[in-house]
């Protein structure tokens, strides 16, 4: 059963992660990467449930899809004339398997599926192995300083698949379960968590926009070096989308269109920078590309869910 705000949330997440990557402006992109990539290792880590996971399953469901999406993208490219097929023979593919940041443009976001791949089975196997709670919260501190002295100390590293981004990237994912184990609690003082919320992000908000502070989040690339404030600021921007979704949860209507965008998530990650590179040659409106970024893979994802080997391809599940 889905779970209306959530849906909300993702969509929400996506259309900034879209947003993200038009190039609308400097600043815009700066804040919609304080936290979207954030709010979605959020979002896995609430669905994360212990006594449903399956090795396997899970590494189908990213990698297949991994697999499947590229070749459709690079197929794309070389019927638009931006790619080879010697190319990909040579270099491109060999470059892609390295995954992480080394993969760039049409590519870019694929770094998230190994991350989110890793992060999930290794979150699994503490909550797994580990019977007490807080040693996996001391755990999650000593990974978000590991990650921040790799960001400070070692960020020209070469780790495929961006691995080392695992290590901040599982405290997010640790917090969206916590969350889910204390929702109620959390609700019931939902005032007082939303208050603290406005005045981090109205403040980080005021030091940028008129003392000239400069604060960067890029999971991706490794900026993460502001110590804290890396977890503090995309957890209050988050508290405050959660708190506007459940209200939005309650329209219908709400629900079918921006929960439509949540429940299509990746589908439009995978797709929306190939569609934004592709269309400008064919249409000069940038808003109206921009908005066929959205679209387009929304329709896709509509068609590839009704067949079984579509399913396969681009879900990893029949």
């Given at each position: ?19 993200g990557h038009s190039g609308l402006s400097d600043m815009l ?138 290590l901040i990237a599982i405290v997010y994912y640790h917090i ?143």
């Amino acid at each position: 059963m889905r779970i209306k705000w959530i849906d909300i949330l993702k969509g929400i997440g996506i259309i900034s992660v879209v947003l993200g990557h038009s190039g609308l402006s400097d600043m815009l992109h700066d804040v919609l990467y304080w936290f979207h990539m954030p709010l979605f290792f959020f979002v896995s880590g609430y669905l994360y449930n212990k006594n449903k996971f399956d090795y396997l399953k899970k590494i189908k469901s990213f990698m297949i899809p991994y697999f499947s999406f590229y070749i459709l993208i690079t197929l794309i490219r070389i019927t638009a004339g931006s790619l080879t097929f010697q190319s990909v023979i040579d270099e491109h593919f060999w470059l892609y398997l390295k995954g992480g940041e080394y993969i760039k443009g049409y590519y870019g976001v694929f770094w998230f599926v190994t991350v989110l791949l890793a992060t999930t089975i290794i979150y699994h196997l503490l909550q797994k192995y580990i019977k007490y709670s807080l040693i996996i919260h001391i755990l999650m501190v000593i990974f978000y300083i590991l990650a921040y002295y790799n960001a400070i100390l070692y960020k020209e590293l070469e780790v495929y698949w961006d691995l080392n981004v695992v290590l901040i990237a599982i405290v997010y994912y640790h917090i969206g379960y916590l969350y889910k184990q204390h929702q109620e609690i959390i609700h019931k003082k939902i005032y007082i968590v939303f208050l603290f919320s406005i005045i981090i992000v109205s403040g980080l908000l005021y030091k940028v926009l008129y003392e000239g502070y400069v604060y960067k989040l890029s999971l991706k690339y490794q900026v993460y070096n502001h110590f804290g404030w890396d977890v503090i600021v995309p957890i209050a921007i988050l508290v405050l989308l959660i708190a506007l979704c459940i209200l939005l949860s309650k329209s219908e209507f709400l629900i079918k269109f921006i929960g439509a965008f949540g429940a299509s998530s990746m589908t439009i990650m995978y797709l929306h920078n190939t569609i934004m590179k592709v269309l400008p040659s064919y249409i000069s409106n940038f808003y109206v590309v921009v908005i066929l970024a959205i679209i387009l893979p929304l329709l896709f994802d509509f068609i590839i869910k009704k067949f079984k080997v579509t399913r396969i391809l681009f879900f990893g599940t029949k």
